[in-house]
DNA sequence: GACTGATGATTAATCGTTTAATCAACGCTT
DNA sequence: AAGCGTTGATTAAACGATTAATCATCAGTC
C-alpha cells in the first residue's frame, strides 16, 4: 500500500514503449543505448517528474548513500560550523547526513551508533566524547577529535594553534599569561595548552586555570577571579574557547579593566558572536570547510573502494573495514581583532577613550 | 555485490529450518506463530546479531523511516537547540533525522527540499527562511516559526515572550527602552518586538534600533551608539535576541556603563553562554522540547494516518497530503539573571562596586 | 465419519532498481 | 553466402522485507 506518489521506472518504460532496464541504463549512463532513446527517455522521466527510488536502489546496491554524524553533544556551540561543513561536502559528494546525538553520554553514543547502523548508512563521522575510544564497528568510520587522539582522526590543529596565539602575545609584549581552561580531561584543550606553553620562551611567565575546578568549589557561573589575577601583574588571558574568553572578557570588563588598552584577552574558534562583542575578539579559527571535506572524501573513498573482490568470505568479517581515515591535522588560522594588543598600564578605569573603529 | 554484512531474514529462516514469512512474522509480532517459535526465532535472531535492513523493509513498505530537518541557516547559534530536541524527539518516536542546510539561500532552500525527497523522507520540518512560504510538496511538512506565518506552524509564542520581558522591565520601573532587532524582515523578530511594546503601557517610551541599518552605514560589528543613547535616557536594552544582547552588553560595558547597576541588557533565546557572561544575561527560553515534540508528533501522526484509505486515486493526489501540523504556540519562559535590575542614576563609572554573587 | 473452525506455518507476489546474460539485427569481411 | 563483430535493446534474476492468500493439521460437533 501507500504506492509512491512519483512515478517509477516500469511507468517510464510503459509510457514509451521500451524495457525497463533499457530506462535504467539510459538514466545511469551505463549500458548501450541509442544516443537518440536516451534522450527521449530523458525527457519523458523529466516531463512525468521521475524521482529514483532510494530504497529500491539501496536494496539493489546495498549502499544507502547515507552518512552518519554521531555528535558528543549536539548543544556545543561549535557544533553548527561541523554540522555545517560535514553536510556541504556530505551533499557535494551525493551523500545524506544523518545525525545523531550522544548527549554527551558514553552509553547513549554506542546506542546511538547502533541506531545509524541499523538506519543503513554507509559510513560515519564521529566526533567521540571525550575520552572515547570508538571500537570496531560494521562501517567505515572517520573521526573528527584531535591529532593526540590514537587511532586515525582527522582534526584541526590544536597544538599549531596554541602556539600561534602565544607567538602573537608574545610578540605583542606580554610576559605573564593566564591560561584558561575547563578541563583537564580534554584532548583539545590540552593539545591547545600545550601548544600555547610551547610557543612561549623562557621569558614569558604561564599559569593553569581550570573553570571547572572553580565552579566546584564556588558554584556555576560564578566570578573567576580574574580582577585580582590582573592586579598580580598577568597581563593576557589566552582562553582555549572563545566561550571561555567570553566569559573573560566581561568579567574584566565589569571590573573595569580595559581590553585590550590594559589586558588582552583571546580565545578559540572564532564562534558566530566574536566579531560583534567589544571589543571584537582576537582568536583562532578552525578551517571546518578543509575538515570536513578531508574526512568525507576518505570516507567516501573508502565505501566506494570498499573490500575490492569478495574474497576471504568467512576470514576477518570486520577488521577489512576498519577506521580508514588517515591521521591529518589541517593548521588553524589567527584572526586578530581588537581585543589583543600590548600590555597597558596597571589597572585602569578610563570609559572608553580611543574607540577601536 | 557487497552483501551486507548481517544475516538477513533468510538466514534465519534457513538455520531454523522454517520460512522467511514465519520469521518476519514472529519479529514482528504480526500474524500467527506459536509462543515457543516466537521464542526461538528471537533467540537466533539475537545469536546472529540480525539488524533488519531499512532499505528492503522501506521498499515494501513504501516508509523510510526518516525526517528530514531544513534549516535556513546550520550556523544559526539557535540551531544546536533546535537539532538537538527534533533529533531526540524523532528518535524516540523511531525515526531519523536527516539534515539539510540552505544557507541562507532561497534557491537553496528548495534545492535542499528536493534532496530530502529524493532520500525518500517520509515528513519534513521546516524552519523556514524568513520571508518565505513553503510551497506544496509531496510529503507531510511541519513548520517551526511564528505564529503570525500564514500556514500551520508549530513555533514559541514570541509575541507572549516579548510581553514577559517588557513586564519584567516595566516592573523593574523603567520608563524608556531601546528595542534591538537586526532585521525588520523577520517575522520572529517581529513577534518579539510586537510583543515587547504590547506589554508596556503608554507611560513607557520605547524606540526600536535595526542593527542592520546601522551596519550598512557604519560597517559590520561597528559600534551601535549605545552609550549616546544611554544618555539620552534610556534605561533599558531590550535585545530580540542574545546574540545582540551580548553585543549590547559588551558595548555599553566597555563605554564605563554599569549593568545592571546603571542600564538592564535583555535578550530572547538563552543561548549557550548567557549564564556564564558577567553579568549573566536575563533572557526569555524557549521551550524547545515542547516544539519539536509537537511538531514531530504532528508530523507522525500525519504520516502514520496518512490516507486511510486508497480511495479517490487520481482525484487530488497532493492536495491530501499539505501541511499537517495544527497551529500551536508554546509560551517562553523569562529567565531573570544578572543583567537586569531597577535603572540606576545617569552614567557610572564605578569599577565594579557589590558583584553579583 | 464427514464437516467446520481455529491454529500454525508456508507460498508466492510485490516494492523499484540494477545488471549480467541473452538475443536480434545489421554491416563487413573473406 | 556463411561467418563474425558490433550495436541496441530485452529478459530475468537478484536485493530483503512484508503480507495476502493458501494449505495442512487437529479438535470439536452433529
Same mark, same amino acid.
Given at each position: 500500500?501507500?504506492?509512491?506518489?512519483?512515478?517509477?521506472?516500469?511507468?517510464?518504460?510503459?509510457?514509451?514503449?521500451?524495457?525497463?532496464?533499457?530506462?535504467?541504463? @539510459?538514466?545511469?549512463?551505463?549500458?548501450?543505448?541509442?544516443?537518440?532513446?536516451?534522450?527521449?527517455?530523458? @525527457?519523458?522521466?523529466?516531463?512525468?517528474?521521475?524521482?529514483?527510488?532510494?530504497?529500491?536502489?539501496?536494496?539493489?546496491?546495498?549502499?544507502?548513500?547515507?552518512?552518519?554524524?554521531?555528535?558528543?553533544?549536539?548543544?556545543?556551540?561549535?557544533?553548527?560550523?561541523?554540522?555545517?561543513?560535514?553536510?556541504?561536502?556530505?551533499?557535494?559528494?551525493?551523500?545524506?547526513?544523518?545525525?545523531?546525538?550522544?548527549?554527551?553520554?558514553?552509553?547513549?553514543?554506542?546506542?546511538?551508533?547502533?541506531?545509524?547502523?541499523?538506519?543503513?548508512?554507509?559510513? &560515519?563521522?564521529?566526533?567521540?566524547?571525550?575520552?572515547?575510544?570508538?571500537?570496531?564497528?560494521?562501517?567505515?568510520?572517520?573521526?573528527?577529535?584531535?591529532?593526540?587522539?590514537?587511532?586515525?582522526?582527522?582534526?584541526?590543529?590544536?597544538?599549531?594553534?596554541?602556539? %600561534?596565539?602565544?607567538?602573537?602575545?608574545?610578540?605583542?609584549?606580554?610576559?605573564?599569561?593566564?591560561?584558561?581552561?575547563?578541563?583537564?580531561?580534554?584532548?583539545?584543550?590540552?593539545?591547545?595548552?600545550?601548544?600555547?606553553?610551547?610557543?612561549?620562551?623562557?621569558?614569558?611567565?604561564?599559569?593553569?586555570?581550570?573553570?571547572?575546578?572553580?565552579?566546584?568549589?564556588?558554584?556555576?557561573?560564578?566570578?573567576?577571579?580574574?580582577?585580582?589575577?590582573?592586579? =598580580?601583574?598577568?597581563?593576557?588571558?589566552?582562553?582555549?574557547?572563545?566561550?571561555?574568553?567570553?566569559?573573560?572578557?566581561? =568579567?574584566?570588563?565589569?571590573?573595569?579593566?580595559?581590553?585590550?588598552?590594559?589586558?588582552?584577552?583571546?580565545?578559540?574558534?572564532?564562534?558566530?558572536?566574536?566579531?560583534?562583542?567589544?571589543?571584537?575578539?582576537?582568536?583562532?579559527? &578552525?578551517? &571546518?570547510?578543509?575538515?570536513?571535506?578531508?574526512?568525507?572524501? @576518505?570516507?567516501?573513498?573508502?565505501?566506494?573502494?570498499?573490500?575490492? =573482490? %569478495?574474497?576471504?568470505?568467512? %576470514?576477518?568479517?570486520? %577488521?577489512?573495514?576498519?577506521?580508514?581515515?588517515?591521521?591529518?591535522?589541517?593548521? &588553524?588560522?589567527?584572526?586578530?581583532?581588537?581585543?589583543?594588543?600590548?600590555?597597558?598600564?596597571?589597572?585602569?578605569?578610563?570609559?572608553?577613550?580611543?574607540?577601536?573603529?
Amino acid at each position: 500500500m501507500a504506492t509512491r506518489p512519483g512515478p517509477n521506472l516500469s511507468r517510464i518504460a510503459a509510457s514509451l514503449g521500451v524495457s525497463v532496464a533499457t530506462v535504467s541504463n @539510459a538514466l545511469s549512463g551505463k549500458g548501450r543505448v541509442s544516443a537518440e532513446l536516451v534522450e527521449r527517455i530523458r @525527457a519523458t522521466a523529466n516531463a512525468l517528474g521521475y524521482v529514483p527510488s532510494q530504497a529500491g536502489r539501496a536494496l539493489r546496491t546495498g549502499r544507502s548513500g547515507v552518512l552518519g554524524l554521531v555528535l558528543p553533544d549536539i548543544s556545543n556551540p561549535l557544533f553548527p560550523q561541523i554540522a555545517q561543513a560535514i553536510e556541504y561536502s556530505a551533499s557535494v559528494a551525493g551523500y545524506g547526513v544523518l545525525i545523531a546525538d550522544s548527549r554527551g553520554d558514553v552509553g547513549m553514543q554506542t546506542e546511538a551508533i547502533n541506531r545509524l547502523i541499523e538506519r543503513g548508512v554507509d559510513g &560515519m563521522i564521529i566526533v567521540p566524547r571525550r575520552g572515547t575510544r570508538i571500537a570496531d564497528i560494521g562501517c567505515p568510520v572517520a573521526v573528527i577529535d584531535t591529532p593526540s587522539t590514537p587511532g586515525n582522526t582527522v582534526s584541526a590543529d590544536h597544538w599549531q594553534g596554541g602556539r %600561534e596565539i602565544a607567538k602573537h602575545l608574545a610578540w605583542l609584549g606580554h610576559r605573564k599569561v593566564l591560561i584558561i581552561g575547563a578541563n583537564p580531561g580534554s584532548n583539545v584543550q590540552n593539545d591547545r595548552i600545550g601548544g600555547i606553553k610551547a610557543g612561549f620562551d623562557s621569558a614569558v611567565q604561564t599559569e593553569v586555570l581550570w573553570i571547572e575546578k572553580i565552579e566546584d568549589q564556588n558554584g556555576g557561573g560564578c566570578l573567576l577571579g580574574l580582577a585580582e589575577k590582573a592586579t =598580580e601583574g598577568f597581563t593576557a588571558f589566552a582562553a582555549v574557547s572563545d566561550l571561555h574568553a567570553l566569559r573573560a572578557l566581561t =568579567e574584566l570588563q565589569r571590573a573595569g579593566i580595559n581590553v585590550p588598552g590594559c589586558v588582552s584577552v583571546t580565545g578559540f574558534d572564532d564562534l558566530i558572536w566574536s566579531p560583534v562583542v567589544t571589543p571584537a575578539l582576537t582568536t583562532m579559527r &578552525m578551517d &571546518m570547510d578543509t575538515i570536513a571535506e578531508i574526512a568525507i572524501s @576518505a570516507l567516501v573513498h573508502a565505501i566506494e573502494k570498499g573490500e575490492p =573482490e %569478495e574474497a576471504s568470505a568467512d %576470514e576477518t568479517p570486520s %577488521e577489512r573495514r576498519l577506521v580508514t581515515a588517515t591521521v591529518s591535522r589541517v593548521p &588553524m588560522q589567527l584572526v586578530v581583532r581588537q581585543s589583543s594588543g600590548p600590555p597597558g598600564p596597571a589597572k585602569t578605569n578610563l570609559p572608553d577613550g580611543d574607540l577601536p573603529k
